[in-house]
């Protein structure tokens, strides 16, 4: 299996874990993010996240056919009824629901690097001309070329066919599962690439700016 599946594969099995358990119980057991496991296990019990389940095993099923190296974002309904968009939960405990490496979480709280910058695009001049670098959308790593974030399947430099791939699961998801947030429609990566003199970054594979 890919990892790009089984990196989605293991947060969709934490939340479906965590519906099984009293806020209590997840707070104990989820010790890396206790509040927002708490939270999830309160939010199942008041049947507020009915269709979660649904939904969850629909985007594992689409992703698991296209077998990415990188995992897509996960479902942006779903993320929006469990919280992780809601500030009241720390950057650390959202990073560690969704398995990014600590190295990069650090990156991203202790140096403020809420985007891609200058030591990232410096990174990617260095890579040949015919690569992009891809990551999970709204996944920052510490480096392009950070190893725990290509190991869990939230980063990977590839050719373009690949790209081509990973746009038509965009598309896949984007029409079997509508949802109303309007910073990830079409949205499930980000996509970067130097090209002569400037970088491309793309919020997604189908929509890149200069």
């Known amino acids: ?24 119980e997840a707070r104990e057991k989820y010790d890396e993010f206790p509040n927002f496991a708490e939270q999830i296990a309160k939010l199942f019990q008041e049947d507020r996240l009915f269709e979660i389940p649904e939904r969850l095993n629909l985007q594992l099923e689409i992703v698991k056919s296209f077998s990415p190296k990188v995992r897509p974002a996960l479902d ?9 968009f809601n500030k009241n939960f720390s950057d650390w405990e959202i ?3 969704l398995n990014y490496p ?3 979480i650090r990156s991203f709280i202790e140096e403020i690097r809420y985007g891609f910058d200058e030591r990232h695009l410096n990174e990617l001049k260095t890579l040949s001309r015919d ?4 990551t999970t959308a709204g996944f920052i790593p510490h480096s392009i070329f950070c190893e725990k974030s ?13 790209l081509l791939l990973l746009e038509e699961l965009e598309e896949e998801l984007a029409k079997a599962l509508p949802h109303s947030h309007p910073e990830y429609w079409h949205h499930y990566y980000d996509v970067l690439k130097f090209d002569t003199s400037h970088i491309i970054f793309g919020r997604s594979s189908k929509d890149s700016i200069i």
Do not use: H, W
């Open 95 to 97: 990073g560690r629901f």
């Open 76 to 84: 942006p309904y779903t993320s929006l009824q469990i919280g992780v």
């Open 150 to 162: 290509i190991e869990t399947g939230l980063a990977s430099i590839i050719k373009y066919n690949e």
């Open 131 to 134: 690569c992009i670098f891809i």
């Open 102 to 104: 600590e190295c990069c």
């Open 1 to 24: 299996m890919s990892n790009g599946f089984l990196a989605l594969k293991r947060i969709i099995e934490t939340i479906f874990d965590i519906f099984t358990l009293s806020p209590k």
